[in-house]
């Protein structure tokens, strides 16, 4: 099981970017995958998870409205749309599933997961 996210980079504050999560060593038709940040000296925090076997996505208050995840127009990936951008985006963010879990909403609030690498992403004027 691989997970490669891309896509970071700095933007303004009331930018928008676009990360791109491929996957390798599993299909997207069962197991729920997600997207999560890590800022320096913070907890890790979920910003969207999706269930791949229905497409149900669930996302927390802080990000409702402002970040989209979907599945990529490339094969196997898995992107994350944040629009209206502030400082407190900035983090290391990355892609991440749970082979035995299929719930996005429990993705999302597990400790317990498969990650990759991350992608940078700042938020500065």
């Known amino acids: 099981v691989q997970l490669q996210a891309s896509g970071g980079g700095l933007v303004q504050p009331g930018g928008s970017l676009r990360l791109s999560c491929a996957v390798s060593?599993?299909?997207?038709?069962?197991?729920?995958i997600g997207w999560f940040r890590q800022a320096p000296g913070k907890e890790r925090e979920a910003v969207a998870c999706?269930?791949?076997?229905?497409?149900?996505?669930y996302y927390p208050d802080f990000v409702k409205g402002r970040f989209t995840i979907s599945r990529g127009e490339t094969r196997n990936t898995i992107d994350l749309q944040m629009t209206n951008l502030t400082p407190e985006d900035t983090a290391v963010y990355f892609c991440?599933?749970?082979?035995?879990?299929?719930?996005?909403?429990?993705?999302?609030?597990?400790?317990?997961?498969?990650r990759g690498q991350g992608t940078q992403v700042t938020v500065s004027s």
């Open positions: 060593g599993f299909t997207l038709n069962r197991p729920a």
């Open positions: 991440a599933t749970d082979l035995g879990q299929a719930s996005s909403y429990a993705l999302c609030h597990s400790r317990s997961t498969t």
């Open positions: 999706l269930s791949t076997n229905n497409d149900i996505t």
